[in-house]
């Protein structure tokens, strides 16, 4: 009987947190539900996920973000989040270290190209 006892205060525990999770995530505005879902197709998934998997992931993600945000207010300039922090909190795993270089870098790519087009678009207007 004690068994079956701690048995049934487990599933209790666990309804008690699934029902605290879906009452936390419930009230909040889905953000990334589109992105993840075609995120999800191009890794495999079915072209439409289910709900909850998309639900479960975009917590995973706020979750993520949130915890890395704080982090990064708590190192460099405290209550400010800047590029370098964000790099020195990923410096130990290499793949996520290499996105985000290659992201900078495709950033001052796209700043570099957008100041020539302006140079150039400001250039024609004056003739």
């Given at each position: 009987m004690a068994v079956a006892e701690e048995t049934f205060e487990q599933f209790e525990e666990d309804d008690a947190a699934e029902t605290a999770l879906a009452l936390c995530s419930a009230g909040r505005k889905r953000l990334f539900s589109k992105e993840l879902?075609?995120?999800?197709?191009?890794?495999?998934?079915?072209?439409?996920?289910?709900?909850?998997?998309?639900?479960?992931?975009?917590?995973?993600?706020?979750?993520?973000?949130?915890?890395?945000?704080?982090?990064?207010?708590?190192?460099g300039r405290t209550g400010r989040v800047q590029v370098e922090d964000i790099v020195f909190l990923v410096r130990k795993d290499p793949r996520k270290y290499a996105r985000v270089k290659d992201l900078l870098t495709m950033n001052?790519?796209?700043?570099?190209?957008?100041?020539a087009f302006d140079e150039i678009k400001f250039a024609g207007n004056i003739k």
């Open positions: 879902r075609c995120m999800m197709y191009g890794f495999g998934d079915d072209q439409n996920p289910y709900t909850e998997s998309v639900d479960i992931i975009e917590d995973l993600v706020i979750e993520f973000i949130t915890e890395m945000t704080h982090k990064a207010m708590e190192i001052e790519k796209l700043k570099l190209a957008r100041k």
